[in-house]
């Protein structure tokens, strides 16, 4: 009972309209979390920074559950399950529709292509090229997901910003390849473009606060 009001608490003071689904599978999810420890099973969470940016506010929430939790069963679960309990509230959002971990695993393959390529470059999280960088990524991954990919193709444009940012269209096309590969999925000259121009603010920037 206690559990429901701080969850009716929570979706009142962040204005979250939640599935109601979300009573049982994070209740579920806790105390699942609970016998795992119990029996010296620790899982990790592979996406827990992906998840901190880029569900910032869930995985706040998810802190504030996990105190709870640990205080109310005495128990030490770990900051990787805040980042689980964040997922079941974005899940639970715009009906349940968002399929939060798969977004975050698009996104984390593609940042992970972008570092690499820029020999193990280091994001800062609180620039503002890569957070417009991050959220452009949420929102492709979630099209993708739901079959909502629609551009105007500019054919003209994309060909001299290809040629103009050679280095960060050469990135591009490895997310490219990758999208292909894994997904089946060939992306639209448009979404190119626009990856090829975050890229290139976000290297651009990365070079200037190095040099200072």
Same mark, same amino acid.
């Given at each position: 009972?206690?559990?429901?009001?701080?969850?009716?608490? /929570?979706?009142?003071?962040?204005?979250?309209?939640?599935? +109601?689904?979300? @009573?049982?599978?994070?209740?579920? $999810?806790?105390?699942? *979390?609970?016998?795992?420890?119990?029996?010296?099973?620790?899982?990790?969470?592979?996406?827990?920074?992906?998840?901190?940016?880029? =569900?910032?506010?869930? =995985?706040?929430?998810?802190?504030?559950?996990?105190?709870? &939790?640990?205080?109310?069963?005495? /128990?030490?679960?770990?900051?990787?399950?805040? %980042?689980?309990? *964040?997922?079941?509230? /974005?899940? *639970?959002?715009?009906?349940?529709?968002?399929?939060? =971990?798969?977004?975050?695993?698009? &996104? $984390?393959?593609?940042?992970?292509? /972008?570092?690499?390529?820029? +020999?193990?470059?280091?994001?800062?999280?609180?620039?503002? @090229? @890569?957070?417009?960088?991050?959220?452009?990524?949420?929102?492709?991954?979630?099209?993708?997901?739901?079959?909502?990919? $629609?551009? +105007?193709?500019?054919?003209?444009?994309?060909?001299?910003?290809?040629?103009?940012?050679?280095? *960060?269209? %050469?990135? &591009?096309?490895?997310?490219?390849?990758?999208?292909?590969?894994?997904?089946?999925?060939?992306?639209?000259?448009?979404?190119?473009? =626009?990856?090829?121009? $975050?890229?290139?603010?976000?290297?651009?920037?990365?070079?200037?606060?190095?040099?200072?």
């Amino acid at each position: 009972m206690e559990f429901c009001s701080w969850l009716n608490e /929570v979706k009142e003071k962040e204005g979250m309209k939640l599935n +109601d689904s979300i @009573y049982f599978s994070l209740s579920d $999810h806790i105390m699942g *979390a609970i016998s795992r420890l119990e029996n010296g099973i620790r899982l990790q969470n592979m996406l827990l920074l992906d998840i901190k940016q880029l =569900y910032h506010k869930e =995985y706040e929430i998810g802190l504030e559950l996990l105190k709870k &939790v640990n205080e109310m069963f005495e /128990v030490d679960l770990s900051a990787d399950e805040a %980042g689980f309990f *964040a997922l079941h509230f /974005v899940n *639970a959002e715009d009906g349940g529709k968002t399929d939060s =971990y798969q977004i975050s695993i698009i &996104v $984390h393959q593609i940042l992970d292509i /972008v570092e690499k390529y820029y +020999d193990n470059m280091e994001f800062q999280e609180d620039n503002l @090229y @890569y957070q417009r960088f991050l959220t452009h990524l949420k929102y492709f991954a979630q099209r993708f997901l739901h079959k909502e990919l $629609h551009y +105007d193709e500019n054919q003209e444009l994309f060909k001299i910003i290809k040629e103009q940012y050679r280095e *960060a269209y %050469g990135c &591009v096309k490895m997310i490219y390849l990758m999208m292909e590969e894994e997904y089946k999925y060939a992306m639209t000259e448009d979404e190119m473009l =626009y990856l090829t121009i $975050h890229i290139q603010k976000i290297t651009e920037d990365h070079k200037r606060l190095k040099n200072l």
